[in-house]
């Protein structure tokens, strides 16, 4: 199986900031990476796919990146919405393996 | 609209079986690889299993296999999760979700997904 190693599990950001989280995975998965965003009592929401495609409606300011083992996803000028945790997901073999988790937090 | 509404989870006691359901609305199950994610309390996502769009294909993670089976009803758009010798640990919100795509592997992601279904396993 695949692990999916995200870091850092949790960060501190205020509105408006930067912030990029990290997904490596154990073996290549090519460019199969999800991203998911998870609220509270929430299911999770599908942002981002092959590593870099935007799914629709998604805001532009969600940026996937990287290919291979090590990919990124980047929130540029963070809004209060988007506090909550974000996953990473493999999808190139089974089973689809989620990576730990980050939760972003409101400095 | 697409939807996808879970059912089926109660308190049960270890040892015991349990059916899950999931009715769609909005497109047809057998066109989609469908799946089951469940997350534990306080806990991240952990995928359960997955189903091509024709049946053919069907995989588990490891601590489900030979346990759980996973299927669907086309007639009535549905999608099912059969549980059996349940334990403590499959205690857990469980999610069905359907794929981008009508393949197993090979993904791009789940793009829609029911509010859960609680399970909880407990004497």
């Known amino acids: 199986d695949i692990q999916m190693t995200q870091s850092p599990s949790s960060l501190s950001a205020s509105v408006g900031d930067r912030v990029t989280i990290t997904c490596r995975s154990s073996?290549?998965?090519?460019?199969?990476l999800s991203w998911y965003q998870q609220k509270p009592g929430k299911a999770p929401k599908l942002l981002i796919y092959?590593?870099?495609t935007l799914q629709g409606g998604v805001p532009s300011r969600f940026r996937g990146g990287g290919s291979g083992t090590e990919f990124t996803l980047s929130i540029n000028s963070l809004q209060p919405e988007d506090f909550a945790t974000y996953y990473c997901?493999?999808?190139?073999?089974?089973?689809?393996?989620f990576g730990g988790g980050t939760k972003v937090q409101i400095k | 609209e697409v939807q996808l509404v879970e059912s089926g989870g109660i308190l049960v006691q270890p040892g015991r079986s349990l059916r899950l359901s999931c009715a769609a609305s909005?497109?047809?199950?057998?066109?989609?690889?469908m799946h089951w994610v469940r997350q534990a309390p306080g806990k991240g996502l952990e995928w359960v299993s997955g189903?091509?769009?024709?049946?053919?294909?069907?995989d588990y993670v490891d601590s489900v296999r030979g346990r759980f089976i996973i299927s669907r009803d086309t007639a009535k758009n549905s999608l099912y999760l059969q549980m059996n010798s349940l334990r403590a640990e499959d205690t857990a919100m469980y999610y069905c979700?359907?794929?981008?795509?009508?393949?197993?592997?090979?993904?791009?992601?789940?793009?829609?997904w029911g509010q859960g279904t609680l399970v909880t396993v407990s004497s």
């Open positions: 979700a359907r794929d981008k795509l009508a393949r197993l592997g090979n993904g791009w992601g789940f793009e829609d």
């Open positions: 909005g497109f047809s199950v057998d066109g989609y690889a």
């Open positions: 189903i091509s769009w024709n049946s053919d294909t069907m």
């Open positions: 073996q290549t998965i090519h460019n199969y």
């Open positions: 092959v590593a870099s």
């Open positions: 997901q493999q999808t190139y073999i089974t089973p689809p393996s």
